[in-house]
């Protein structure tokens, strides 16, 4: 016997029998529909997050902080708990302790010329900008105003659409910049027009590259992981009697030796800048106590060509949903990073940027590029682990409301099961009869099982149908629900069949109603043929 | 032809139960038309579903077409049923779920025959039996003569060595039992087939059958051989 003819002779019986298909195929729908409902209604959701996510730029940006060189063995003796403690406890002490060595001994890594340079070669780095900015000067025409100099990345998307007039400078235009909103009001622009003739005009910049005089920052730094030990007004303290020291050396009693002393310590410390370099730095809270009294300057003159005009961000647009890099900075002249950072280095005694904020080209690289400079000590903020986790937790949704779903199934089989051995126990003369004619028990169990099988597949089909035809009016609701609670409108597709979710149900309904007919068919299949056409 | 040794069919425990076949030796040559008399209980049934491999015998053993029955695995013995035996039986057991046409062709599907081939051998087998005007129609829509054609059809559709008819006409009334009678007959001089006729109408087994065994208590009590019968 074919199995083609086997499958036609179910379908016959399945159709001969309408009233106990029916009901059979009931269940089946139900859960194949819920079980579709559901996948659909999960990837939808899982899909919106992901559209979410893939569409917005914060998630190929992340926020670089300067850390501690990796692998550091930490001495055992520095992390010993003594006394009587229960083991976790132990273990947060030993931690903390680690984490205070760390801190205290660990070279820093921070980000040096090198470092950059290294960053920027990973694969899939598209840029890297340190946040630091430097106070200047600004000169254009007659007039002058006080600003600062921050450094962009040219990909940057945001501060094309911060453009009021002109364009982005290209990147080997070493001496384009753009031009703050407010500074050129200041400086005497402030019709659009008058902004326009702006564009190829030169500004002429006077950076501020620190004092000579020693501060407590530059203290603070020499002092290293020491630091952390004493209080600020101490070191505040402490700080300017050095500077008095180092200031009155010739009028204090030390010998010509001690003073010789006390000169090179400074000057190693970089407490003492050497004649033409002093320093200043973003980090420190005392560096801008500090005081830059002009005479004291050593400046740095620079001359730039104005490409454009750019406006303020406003206080929403600056920080987004997954933004770990921070508001974007503002400043009086942006400049093509790679041009500003050498300004930085020219600083004596500067070890590097403590931050900086890097983009990659596509959001899936994002995960292996923190990888990699989490790898070089480097500390990194960014929305990988949120993505992880959304990524996870909705699996894990789909999975749960999922094996829900397929409870509903099982249930349905239990009830598809048991009207089978009924209507098997009714049709025992016709399983007589096939046997008497030379039906195997295996033709018969075929039989029995693609009926079953059937079953399934045709319920399945039903239920795709059904769910397909409902998901506009369901997904209307939700829709109508959501934007409710939202209280914004929601655009995300709400149930989305995918094939391979089809496929999954398609196998499970076919396959629970087989394995519900398995029991069934084999009692058809054994029955004794003259007991049976008894009946 | 079948040669049947020492079959015994005990229902119950082997003691004390009934012997409903009691060591029957019987060899039946190709060809020949056997009619079976008894009275009801005399065990006529009995052989017959295990001549037809339907039943198994307590003991004793049959070679069929060559083979020793009840060695057989269940397999080889459904192809056995399927292709050696053809069975009428008096309450029809047509399904009835399924037209006269599908009922005809399930021997067919079962043998793994194409529907072309199928189509064609049963079409011919209905209006053979002369019931073409009942083709689609469900057993439950036809008259007792009618059913039992369609089961004679059915029966012959394989056209099997073999054909066992177990008081087919026992459900009919008289005229139309000498019509279905006569029909089986002539299906079975056509297909040069081996009867076994089970009935316990006298007349019937003279006219029809070239040899007529009487069974009582699962016994053979008498075993003749006519000349060439009439029919
Ligand atoms: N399934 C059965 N279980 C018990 N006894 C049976 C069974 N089938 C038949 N018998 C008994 O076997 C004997 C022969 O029955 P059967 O072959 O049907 O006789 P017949 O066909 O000649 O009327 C009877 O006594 C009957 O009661
Ligand atoms: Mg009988």
């Known amino acids: 016997m074919k199995i083609w003819d086997i499958a036609l002779m179910a379908v016959h019986n399945l159709w001969s029998q309408k009233m106990r298909t029916a009901l059979n195929l009931l269940g089946v729908v139900i859960s194949s529909a819920l079980l579709l409902m559901t996948f659909a209604a999960t990837r939808g959701a899982s899909d919106g997050v992901m559209n979410i996510i893939d569409s917005s730029d914060q998630t190929r940006q992340f926020l670089i902080i300067a850390g501690h060189k990796p692998n550091t063995t930490v001495p055992a003796s520095a992390t010993e708990v003594k006394g009587d403690l229960d083991p976790a406890k132990r273990k947060r002490f030993e931690e903390a302790l680690r984490k205070k060595w760390i801190a205290a001994n660990a070279r820093r890594v921070y980000m040096t010329s090198d470092v950059l340079r290294q960053l920027r070669a990973i694969d899939g780095v598209a840029s890297i900008v340190p946040r630091s900015a430097l106070n200047c000067k600004l000169s254009l025409d007659d007039r002058s105003t006080s600003g600062s100099l921050v450094g962009i990345s040219l990909k940057d998307q945001s501060i094309k659409f911060r453009l009021a007039c002109g364009e982005i400078p290209a990147s080997e235009d070493h001496d384009g910049v753009l031009l703050d909103e407010y500074t050129a009001y200041t400086l005497g622009y402030q019709s659009q027009q008058q902004l326009e003739e702006l564009i190829g005009k030169s500004i002429e910049c006077l950076v501020n590259l620190g004092s000579k005089t020693p501060k407590a920052a530059n203290l603070l730094r020499a002092l290293g992981p020491a630091a952390s030990q004493i209080d600020l007004t101490t070191l505040s303290r402490f700080s300017s009697s050095v500077e008095q020291l180092a200031e009155k050396m010739d009028e204090v009693g030390l010998t010509q030796e001690e003073k010789d002393a006390v000169r090179l310590g400074l000057k190693q410390l970089s407490i003492v800048a050497p004649a033409n370099s002093a320093e200043s730095t973003e980090k420190s809270a005392l560096a801008s106590n500090a005081d830059t009294s002009a005479s004291e300057r050593k400046p740095n003159e620079r001359s730039f060509i104005i490409r454009g005009v750019v406006k303020r961000p406003s206080e929403e647009e600056g920080v987004g949903f997954l933004q770990f890099t921070g508001a974007p900075r503002l400043a009086s002249v942006y400049i093509n990073s790679l041009e500003k950072e050498p300004l930085n280095f020219q600083r004596s005694g500067f070890p590097g940027f403590f931050t900086a904020a890097g983009e990659v080209t596509r959001n899936d690289q994002l995960a292996s590029v923190v990888g990699k400079l989490e790898a070089m000590g480097l500390r990194i903020r960014s929305a990988v682990a949120i993505v992880e986790k959304l990524k996870e937790e909705t699996g894990k949704a789909r999975l749960a409301i999922g094996a829900l779903a397929l409870l509903i199934l099982l249930v349905a089989a239990l009830g598809i099961s048991n009207t089978m051995i009924i209507a098997i126990i009714e049709r025992t003369p016709e399983f007589g009869i096939m046997k008497s004619l030379g039906a195997s028990d295996g033709q018969v169990m075929w039989l029995v099982l693609l009926e079953g099988m059937i079953t399934g597949i045709l319920g399945a089909s039903l239920a795709l149908a059904i769910s397909i035809a409902v998901a506009p009016l369901a997904s209307e609701l939700c829709r109508h629900y959501i934007e409710l609670r939202l209280k914004s409108s929601f655009n995300q597709a709400i149930f989305t069949f995918d094939a391979t979710d089809i496929l999954i149900v398609f196998f499970l309904a076919a396959t629970v109603c087989t394995f519900a007919s398995l029991l069934p068919a084999w009692r058809a299949a054994k029955l004794d043929p003259v007991v049976a056409m008894k009946r | ?231």
């Open chain 2, 1 to 231: 032809m079948i040669h049947a040794s020492r079959l015994t069919k005990i229902y119950g425990d082997t003691d004390n139960g009934v012997k409903a076949v009691d060591g029957l030796n019987l060899k039946i040559e190709s060809g020949q038309r056997v009619a079976l008399l008894g009275r009801s209980g005399s065990g006529k049934t009995t052989l017959m579903n295990i001549l037809a491999g339907l039943d198994r015998p307590t003991s004793g053993e049959i070679i069929a077409a060559g083979k020793s029955l009840f060695e057989l695995s269940p397999a080889e013995i459904a192809h056995y049923r399927q292709t050696s035996v053809g069975i009428v039986f008096q309450s029809f057991q047509l399904i009835a779920h399924r037209t006269a046409i599908q009922n005809v062709e399930l021997p067919l599907i079962l043998s793994g025959m194409n529907a072309a081939n199928r189509k064609q051998r049963v079409d011919e087998c209905l209006e053979r039996v002369a019931i073409e005007h009942r083709r689609h129609h469900t057993p439950a829509q036809m008259s007792g003569g009618e059913q039992q054609r369609v089961a004679i059809a059915r029966a012959i559709v394989s056209k099997p060595p073999l054909l066992l008819a177990d008081e087919p006409t026992g459900n009919l009334d008289s005229l139309t039992a000498d019509k279905v009678t006569q029909l089986m007959l002539d299906v079975v001089a056509e297909n040069k087939a081996t009867l076994v006729l089970i009935t316990h109408d006298q007349n019937l087994a003279k006219t029809c059958a070239t040899r007529t065994i009487h069974m009582q208590d699962g016994r053979f009590i008498s075993d003749e051989i006519h000349a060439e019968a009439t029919a």
